[in-house]
């Protein structure tokens, strides 16, 4: 018995780096789990929320043949997954691992331990009898007329194969739709494939888009461009705006003739794939400056949809905020049941430069600082900087730190106080805070890295506070 625990210990202390491990029985049934996002559990403490349950319980696409754990344990052999998707009720997880056999003094299989390296979650709305019955448009929260109106016209949109090209501020929620879009149409069982074109380098463009036949540089292989990759699907490319005017010719030659060709080879190859552009900055305006082709916005925009950014989308905001709340309860295994009235309050009246990105990374940095059951101010620092700068019209900070529009300000107040200097109770608030997480942590940088903010900048208002160490 001490030599079958001591191989999964083993396992787990071999990968310290692990996402996930989760033990199974050899009934497939959960007997112990861990979790990076958990203190490490010991034998006798396990999640409550996976212990007990079968494998095919778990993810409703298991079966026999398909599940990792089964087929280890059914043949004693190390299995490989590598993105596989496991569908839950609520959520997809896009997950890769290796499922290690446990044997017993018998030499027989007494239990399998996955390993996680890459665990996401991808949230699957649910379809309600008000639904329309595509889960993916279903999941964009929204009360915002324009965009309740976009969510209308996206099933007659999905089923079409015309280019789609879609403007919007960095984090709108330009991939949202794209997604929407290809998984509520016929190509969604092909491959959607997302390209951010801003991080490709200008060498590197052609063969990431066509590929490369071997021998045509030093060192390259016969590899796939994401054209090939997306082949029956769908072709993301996102920044399009960050492609310039040279490379949009041999695009647009690629769409309107529905083949490519490597870089180094010499036959043409057909593909058929759907091309849904983004943009951040709007095509009129690239047109005008000479950044992109008339005639290459005219191909891409058969569909036009553009998004308004979440500040002219006010009473989104809080459907959001509850949205995002409920997606990390189940990531993070915690039970936060939203937000306090200041934070509420101020999230309503934050301009959001950062759009839904913004608001998203803010809930899901508070989820780590936070210890009640709200969201309160202690576990936004780094909004309340950014407010209090945006009031306080700090020189050093940038146009786009001002809540998004030059000299302006964010208009946050704290409802039913509008005798309390917002300044004075924002530098009385970020004191407690800073004093707080000082007072627990050893070294300085550890309290930097816990606000989100350089310690360079913590030694200023350290200063500027007057908090004495």
Known sequence: MLQYFDSIRKIIENNPSAYAVVVFNREGTVEYCMSRYAEPLSLDSITKYLVGKSVYSLYENLNESTSSVIMTLRTGKVT???????????FTLVISSVVYPVFDKNSG??????VAHKCEFETRPKV??????YPYIDGI??????????????????????????????????????????????????????QNCAAVPDSLIESTFFGTEKGSFTGAESKKGIFEQADGGTLFLDEINSVDVPFQAKLLKAMEEGKIRRVGGTEDIPVNVRIICASNEHPADLIGQKKMREDFYYRTSVIYIELPPLRERPGDVSLLADRFISVFNARFGKNIVGLSPMVSDIFRNWNWPGNVRELKNTIERAFFLETT????????????????????GSVDAEPEERGGVKGKSSGVLLSGNRDINLQDEMNRVEKEIIEYYIANNRYLRDVAGKLGISPQALQYKIKKLGIKL
């Open 109 to 114: 299989v007494a239990a399998a331990v996955e």
């Open 141 to 194: 929260v929204t009360a915002n007329p324009i965009i309740n109106n976009i969510k209308e016209r996206l099933p007659d949109f999905a089923e079409s194969s015309a280019p789609v090209f879609i403007y919007g501020e960095t984090g709108t929620g330009k991939q949202l739709i794209a997604e929407a879009l290809h998984y509520s149409g016929s190509r969604k069982t092909a491959p959607f494939v997302s």
């Open 80 to 90: 490989y997954n590598e993105n596989q998707r496991l569908r839950h009720k609520n």
């Open 128 to 133: 309600t009898e008000e639904s329309t019955g």
């Open 373 to 392: 059951p709200y969201i309160t101010l202690a576990s936004v620092p780094t909004l309340l900087e950014r407010v209090q700068v945006s009031e306080g």
